[in-house]
């Protein structure tokens, strides 16, 4: 049963994004990748779900987003896709199949559009040849969401999972780079640990609605990793994530319990157990 206040019509399309931001109506994301988590989330109402390269980390044990490959990707959004049929999904392009041509781009993307059934792609970076990317895909139909501040793709470069935009000069580049992708027509843009004057800035100075993810409250959206937001995750604890739920903790009981009713042979028990007669 949902319980949203505000429901909004199903399924959102891009333009029911950009309308949500001028009435300010807060976006609600989350990252998906399985089917049965796919599934309560559109019972439960969620505006869309990001099928983030997190995964990497959170499903297959990565120790980045960069091993993660498309099929990887396109795999999970199927899934996700059969749990949420009437739900807007953007699914990430993983590192190194966009960045290398505009060609590489629209093949990818288009793969994610045709076998996973995705509404749109997200790709990382403001810089020419992300907004390069971005205006080959949207020309050939295909909706984008960009991503600024931290960029875990590439977080090499940037020594780490850091706080970015911090200082004027690198305030400066990401709101140049917030107008350059909403120019280059992306229909929303993701911001990554930014402080969060500089997120409201951006989120006022461009039309296109902004995903904040530890970029406080002033952006038109958020987003956060399922698996972190549910305590799946428990070592990580970063200053902008709330814990919804202690999953980790509630599994552990549950595992503790079954081997314990297994080994003292309490389960399964008569109730659970078939007779010979129909």
Known sequence: MSHHSDPAPRKLTVRAFAEMKTRGIPITVLTCSDFLFARILEEEGVDMILVGDSLGQVVLGYDSTIPVTLDEMIHHARAVRRGAPGLFLVMDLPFLTYQVSNEDALRNAGRALKEAGVEAVKLEGGHPTACDRVRALVQAGIPVMGH???????????????????????????????????????????????????????????????IGIGAGAGCDGQVLVLQDMLGLNPDFTPRFLRRYAELASATREGVRGYLRDVRNRSYPGPEHTFGEEA
């Open 148 to 210: 600024l501040g931290f960029v875990p793709q590439s977080v090499h470069t940037l020594g780490g999972h850091r706080v970015q935009g911090r200082g004027p000069g690198s305030a400066d580049r990401l709101r140049e780079e917030a107008r350059a992708l909403e120019e280059a027509g992306c229909f929303a843009i993701v911001l990554e640990l930014v402080p969060g004057a500089v997120a409201d800035e951006i989120s006022a100075s461009v039309s296109v609605p902004t």
